[in-house]
């Protein structure tokens, strides 16, 4: 069993409780309040900025040229990708630069992006690399649920088209490749604290949806 399934395995409820979560419902059901959506959209654009930090961060602690080299790639794809669609979502809903600085990171989007500093810190970059697999798959495998659902709300299927489109779906393959190559040459310690991390950020992922229709703030 590769990395990636073995990953998957042990993370099954977790995961199912993402892909089934109301946040995705909502969604597509184009049931969300608009202000539910701009909220996730600040959060999730504090996270995108640091997910493409530790990408690099990660690439420049790697002693492997290859994983250097894909760790790069991945970083630029994000920035060229994922990030800039969403400038365009943000354009359309009106959110400035100023809304987006005076909102701090919530304390989910806070502990997720932690987790992630301190797994490539405290743990190296074979674990890092684990950690950062379950954002680009897990929302692959949401696009693919929703496949031939339509959400009403066209900026909500805009959101659900980027996931399923190709570049985004090859690059999380790409993502798993990467990442069950390290593990294959990895020993036992690391392969455990690969799984840690995966599991560690998969639990992260489920609750920044949860996160976001509570609208988390610091208390
Ligand atoms: C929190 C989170 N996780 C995953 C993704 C998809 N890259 C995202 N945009 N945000």
Redo the contacts with the bound molecule.
Sequence with gaps: MTFSEQALQNNERMWQASIHHPFIKQLSDGSMPEDVFRYYLI??HH??HD?AKIHELTAATSDDGHVKRMLAELAAG?RAG?ISTRETFFKELNISDADVKQTPMAPT?YA?TSHMYRTLTDQGVAAAVAGLL???W??ADIGKHLVGLHSPVPIYQAWIDS?QADDYVDSVADQLALTNAIADQADEATQAKMQLAFARSTH??HD?WQMVLDKQGWK
């Design positions: 959060q999730d996270y995108l997910f994000l994922e989007t997720y379950p954002c680009a897990l929302y996931y992260y992922e920044f």
